[in-house]
């Protein structure tokens, strides 16, 4: 009867051990998960009225994978001098973005679970010095995290 008592025990604690890890599993996944990707060099095609063609954009796309919607409430940018103050989280300079209104919907925006919001950020000498002299960041704040999401950009001079 003990041997039988004891399998009982392990298998007990087996099973509930997979249940915890699950219940954390799903918990993880069932928040929002934001994904960005900045894109740099970007032009636009077509007409728009009252606008230069020849003006460049970096591109900032950012969608929900998880489950919950969230609101993203700015566009923004950052820049660190080097990798070590990129490591301590200490920015030179911070934006935020004032999206022209033919670049993306009006901010705040309700992003669904697998929805796709594309913004826009003007490309200008200053952003591209930037670039080139340390790690420059463009992202977005949302309502379910009080971290921002960011991703570097990377602008190469074009000949």
């Keep these: 009867m003990n041997i039988i008592t004891n399998i009982a025990a392990w298998w007990g604690a087996v099973v509930a051990t997979f249940v915890i890890i699950w219940d954390i599993y799903k ?81 705040p925006h309700i992003l669904e679970p697998g929805e796709r919001w594309l913004g826009g950020i003007e490309q200008n000498d200053e952003l591209e010095k930037l670039s080139r002299n340390g790690f420059l960041y463009c992202g977005i704040c949302h309502s379910n995290s009080k971290k921002s999401v960011m991703q570097r950009v990377i602008i190469h001079k074009e000949n």
Aim: proline share 6%.
């Design 27 to 107: 918990w993880k996944h069932s928040r929002s998960i934001i994904n960005i990707t900045a894109s740099p060099n970007m032009t636009t095609f077509g007409e728009i009225p009252d606008h230069p063609r020849d003006k460049k954009y970096i591109s900032v796309e950012v969608t929900n994978t998880g489950a919950q919607k969230t609101t993203i409430t700015h566009l923004l940018s950052s820049h660190y001098k080097s990798l070590i103050f990129k490591l301590i989280k200490k920015t030179d300079k911070n934006y935020v973005v004032l999206t022209p209104a033919f670049l993306a919907p009006k901010l």
